[in-house]
């Protein structure tokens, strides 16, 4: 199970620690943006596997780069329309065919899925 406790530091200013480590995520500008965070979430997840993948072909990748871009809806409620990732392997010595085998692998990617299957989110409020 994974948990992260979000802390208010003053108007939209929280502090987040998960897994031992603290991060600051601001609306305004003290800290990573929500929504940039939960972008840099599904690259990083998608980076892992990324990783997995390769290290299952017995390679190493030593200078991945993961750009993730998203455009809002038009209309509301608000929300991702489109989001695009954009892979830099760096490394030509991976074959197409083995690319394109990495671009199902990575689908299996949490993050992914979780935006991918529309999760059902629960909010009690205390």
Do not use: W
């Not at 406790?5 to 305004?28: H, M, P």
């Not at 997995?52 to 991945?64: E, I």
Request: contains cysteine; proline residues 2%; charged residues 30%.
């Amino acid at each position: 199970m994974y948990s992260v406790l979000i802390n208010n530091k003053g108007d939209s200013f929280y502090s987040v620690e998960a897994d031992g480590y603290k991060i600051s995520i601001d609306a305004a500008e003290k800290g990573i943006k929500p929504l940039s965070a939960l972008l840099a979430s599904l690259g990083a997840c998608i980076g892992v596997y990324i990783n997995k993948y390769v290290k299952g072909m017995g390679k190493k990748l030593d200078n991945l780069v993961i750009r993730v871009d998203a455009e809002f809806s038009a209309e509301k409620p608000v929300y991702f329309k489109k989001i695009d990732v954009s892979v830099e392997l760096n490394d030509s010595t991976i074959e197409q065919n083995r690319i394109e085998a990495m671009k199902r692998f990575i689908h299996n990617c949490p993050a992914h899925l979780s935006l991918e299957n529309r999760t059902e989110i629960e909010v009690r409020i205390k």
